[in-house]
């Protein structure tokens, strides 16, 4: 994976980079931005603060760097485990529940990833063109199931998949990563509910109809669905 | 419009409060988060750095202080400006509308706003609590929409209602706001395909079908739609 080109890497520069990185993230799962000082960096590292600023200019650079990295690998794994070649609601299912585990998995730098990647340009620019094999991926997917149903469309296609995947990305953020919201935790605790709800209104979108053929009657429910 | 209570409110300190706040707004105009240094600030201020560290303890503290102020009228102006009394569609449409110009209107304080919110979770929290009464309306209406068309539906109204607004705000702040991603610019370049575009999706999340009656066999189009 390439490395910012501003300073020359050496093998133990490189290293020194990665530890100072690991100890940010390390910090971040238990204090906020504002009490991350350069003092706590410091003494999680046993570095010197001339050591810290031959490596980063600011805590800003820091965390951007964390969260670009964290982006590049984030939807290529996503893209691998889904099984492109089934329904729409079920491609649409696994890709949320797939955002969902990658969350899961990994809370605190998905928190400090969607933090960076929705206020800096340059971490948002990056982030949009990881994810553009996705997009791409959810724009024929829904093209072949308008095929399949020999279906119609007023929506633009790249519209939807556009603001699909927005959608998924802000509401997960809001509601997984928002403490404090008893309209939004409520929906926390319930994954399942989540995705299928999710997975549902992607069909609606992308194909103007319900699911029919997935839904049996079944009523939703927020603690058992 | 209450203020923070931690400092003793005279009529001079809120002046100068206000007078703090201003001066950032107008930086942000111009320059972005990092490169508002505290000296930009007390040039554009005239204060001293204890004048301005007596008001605020950080720019972080000034530009929540600023964010929450901003949103807390957000969204009475806009439930103010929609008809509510007329299809869903069009109700749809009026709400995307209405978002769009409050963007257009004031540019960086919206820009200010979405980034503060989608970070901090205290600012965050005052957020959601400022767009619950319009979340609400959405919320009635999808409900009214059903209703008139004796639907049943799969999806909770209270969850969809949640995910429309929520997308919304974040395809807006993605659209409008970030500068360089040349697929998403072209959406921007075309104020009224967006808004009819998602409109068309928000009619198909809340009822799973297409607006028929609205769109008389347009076809769409990202310039003149």
Redesign the interface.
């Known amino acids: 994976m390439p490395t910012t080109p501003k300073k020359r890497q050496s093998v133990k520069g490189a290293r020194t980079r990665r530890l100072i990185k690991d100890a940010f993230i390390v910090l971040y799962g238990r204090l906020s931005?504002?009490e991350i000082t350069l003092d706590e960096i410091l003494k999680a590292t046993g570095l010197t603060v001339g050591a810290f600023y031959f490596h980063f200019s600011?805590k800003?650079e820091l965390i951007e760097e964390i969260a670009v990295e964290t982006c590049k690998g984030y939807h290529t794994v996503i893209i691998d485990e889904i099984n492109w070649d089934c329904d729409f609601f079920e491609i649409a299912h696994q890709i949320i529940h797939h955002y969902y585990q990658s969350y899961i998995r990994n809370p605190v730098l998905s928190r400090l990833m969607y933090?960076v990647v929705?206020?800096r340009?340059t971490a948002?620019?990056v982030w949009?063109?990881s994810r553009?094999p996705l997009r791409e991926k959810i724009e024929q997917s829904i093209h072949g199931a308008l095929s399949d149903h020999s279906a119609q469309t007023?929506?633009?296609v790249?519209?939807?998949s556009?603001?699909?995947l927005?959608?998924l990305?802000?509401?997960l953020?809001?509601v997984f990563m928002?403490?404090?919201?008893t309209?939004?935790s409520s929906?926390a605790s319930g994954p399942d509910?989540f995705i299928r709800?999710?997975a549902?209104?992607w069909y609606?979108?992308a194909l103007?109809?319900?699911p029919t053929h997935k839904?049996a009657g079944?009523?939703?429910n927020?603690k058992n669905a």
């Not at 928002?178 to 919201?181: F, L």
């Open positions: 931005w504002a600011s800003d933090s929705f206020r340009s948002h620019a949009l063109e553009k007023p929506v633009d790249a519209f939807t556009h603001l699909l927005s959608s990305e802000d509401f953020f809001a928002s403490k404090g919201n309209e939004l929906l509910f709800q999710q549902i209104i609606r979108s103007g109809k319900d839904l079944r009523t939703p927020r």
